[in-house]
Every structure is written in structure tokens, then in C-alpha cells.
């Protein structure tokens, strides 16, 4: 299973990354159709897969009380934020800052996603 998520991993990042990834450890050739070089392709590529994955799990998923329905949509409406603000926000006014925000970031919505995802319940789909 960690081999084909390596695998899936690395044809993700020969879409996005420039021609830096070799195919193998070590190996001479590189590899990349640079979708990085344009602003438009990720926002599109991206959102497209950050919708789906909404889609997905509202369809397996419906709330079991008040806070199901509505502490999603607000986790979803910060990451949103989140990743507007990354792209077209400034850059971080330190290094200090950058790594308050990569906690507070990386680890808020791990901890949010919990305990909206305990007010939800799997549901067979439609």
C-alpha cells in the first residue's frame, strides 16, 4: 500500500513540479510538466480536487446532531481561507511568523477536522 501511495504521490508532483524529479533515487533523468509555472492551472487542479473531496464526504457523511452540520462548513470555510490567503496573501513578515503559522495551520485543522468528523455519521451511498 505505501508503494502505490509513493507511486500516485510522485505522478501528482510530475504534473505540478518543473523537471526536478528523478524516477528512481539517484537517477540521471528528471522529470516535471511544470503546472507551478502557471498561476491559473494549480487554483484550478487543486480546487477541483478540494471540491471533490467535499462532495465525497458529504455523500458518506451526514451529521448526527447541531454540531455535525455546522462545524464542517466552518472548517471548510477556513481552509478555504487558508489557502486563498497562501496564494494570494503576502509573504510572512519572518521566519518566526511562518513557523507560528505552519503549526497553528497544520495542526488546528487536524484537530478541527476530529471533532467535527465525531459529530458526523457514515451513511451507505447513494
Given amino acids: 500500500m505505501v508503494g502505490l501511495l509513493a507511486v500516485s504521490h510522485w ?10 524529479l528523478p524516477l528512481w ?3 540521471a533523468g528528471r522529470f516535471g510538466l511544470g503546472l507551478w509555472n502557471s498561476v491559473a492551472g494549480p487554483l484550478v487542479i487543486e480546487s477541483g480536487m478540494f471540491i471533490a ?3 465525497v464526504y458529504f455523500r458518506c457523511t ?7 452540520r455546522y462545524a464542517m462548513g466552518s472548517l471548510l470555510a477556513v481552509l478555504t481561507f487558508f489557502y486563498l490567503a497562501d496564494r494570494f496573501g503576502r509573504p510572512p513578515p519572518s521566519e518566526q511568523a511562518l513557523g507560528w503559522f505552519a503549526l497553528v495551520g497544520g495542526w488546528l485543522p487536524v484537530a478541527w477536522s476530529d471533532w467535527a468528523d465525531r459529530h458526523r455519521v457514515t451513511v451507505s451511498v447513494r
Wanted: charged share 25%; proline share 13%; net charge neutral.
Fill in 11 to 20: 505522478v501528482l508532483d510530475w504534473v505540478t513540479h518543473r523537471p526536478d
Fill in 62 to 68: 451526514q451529521p448526527r446532531d447541531r454540531t455535525g
Fill in 25 to 27: 533515487p539517484g537517477g
Fill in 53 to 55: 473531496g467535499i462532495v
